[in-house]
């Protein structure tokens, strides 16, 4: 299991807060330190993921609970309408971010804001946030909207403007409880729905029309790994 680097930060002081238990005496103490370490470490697990199939799908660039599906216009993505996937992340969930398709990133915009939690309806418009929108080879716009919740203290994105990526690489994360909004054209066919629960990098989300009728004749979307 591999771990965010921006774990170790948190997770230090536990550590050296354990170790100085221990040397005054207080065995208790040093491992109700040593377990809560452990615990802030688990927010920033990053377990490997894999997905087994066409390489035109969506997959989700984050793990939690899907809150809410619509079909909104956005400015910052440029004219058109596009399906918003809203998926909210609990302390239990993995906190990094995955890219969900190939291409190239054309905006990385972060916006500060607010710390309201995230499943208002208005997180999106007031939380601190970072949009990065992705052109695809065929000229279509994928925006993935890390969005700040009322634990959350900070977004990071790795990616740049002009970075070229692939699709399932590390983006970032949201330290401890969030929200992610997945934004694609109207023209996609959604493959999820409300409840559903996702994994970044191996649950398909979405397909461009043209392949939806391609997909119904074979019977699936392909598989995930865990």
Request: contains cysteine.
């Amino acid at each position: 299991m591999k771990f965010a680097k921006e774990a170790w930060v948190f997770v230090l002081p536990f550590l050296f807060l354990a170790g100085l238990l221990f040397v005054l005496g207080w065995p208790g103490w040093g491992t109700g330190a040593l377990f809560a370490g452990l615990l802030v470490l688990l927010f920033f697990r990053d377990p490997k993921r894999s997905y087994e199939g066409d390489a035109e799908y969506v997959l989700a660039p984050a793990d939690g609970l899907i809150t809410r599906i619509d079909v909104i216009e956005d400015p910052e993505m440029g004219p058109g309408r596009y399906h918003r996937i809203v998926t909210f992340l609990s302390v239990f969930d993995i906190h990094v971010q995955r890219v969900p398709v190939a291409g190239e990133v054309i905006a990385s915009r972060y916006a500060a804001g607010r710390k309201v939690a995230a499943f208002r309806e208005d997180a999106g418009d007031v939380n601190e946030k970072h949009l990065s929108v992705l052109r695809r080879p065929s000229g279509d716009l994928v925006g993935v909207r890390q969005i700040a919740g009322l634990l959350a203290r900070r977004v990071v994105c790795y990616l740049k403007e002009g970075d070229h990526v692939h699709r399932g690489q590390l983006m970032g994360l949201i330290k401890f409880s969030s929200r992610v909004d997945l934004l694609i054209p109207e023209s996609y066919r959604v493959l999820v729905k409300k409840g559903d629960r996702l994994k970044n990098g191996a649950t398909p989300v979405a397909m461009p029309a043209a392949l939806a009728g391609a997909s119904d004749q074979a019977g699936g979307s392909g598989k995930e790994s865990r």
